[in-house]
Nanobody, 116 residues
């Protein structure tokens, strides 16, 4: 199993920025996709962004142009730069990591709160 440790969450005013980090450790064979999901109170968990080991990215429409996902394969770490934050970005953000034949691992989550 892979352990995913998220950091960088917090409280920020609308229009501000935060950078999330996700460091993977443990039983790592070959992480293909890393990414971020989020869950707001009373809502279902939703995809935010993913990135493959080759650098291909995918974003939810709601964050395109504002969020940027990146990763350092050597460090098994993914990042999510979040700019122009909106009230509706408030959620718990979860890191994910996919490995071939080993499925998906999830982090514990980090709270992001955007205030007016």
């Amino acid at each position: 199993q892979v352990q995913l440790v998220e950091s960088g969450g917090g409280l920020v005013q609308a229009g501000g920025a935060l950078r999330l980090s996700c460091a993977a450790s443990g039983n790592i064979f070959s992480i293909n996709t890393m990414g971020w999901y989020r869950q707001a109170p009373g809502k279902q968990r939703e995809l935010v962004a993913t990135i493959t080991s080759g650098g291909s990215t995918n974003y939810a429409d709601s964050v395109k142009g504002r969020f940027t996902i990146s990763r350092d394969n050597a460090k098994n770490t993914a990042y999510l730069q979040m700019n122009s934050l909106k009230l509706e970005d408030t959620a718990v953000y979860y890191c994910i990591a996919d490995q071939p034949f080993r499925g998906r691992d999830w982090g514990q989550g980090t709270q992001v709160t955007v205030s007016s």
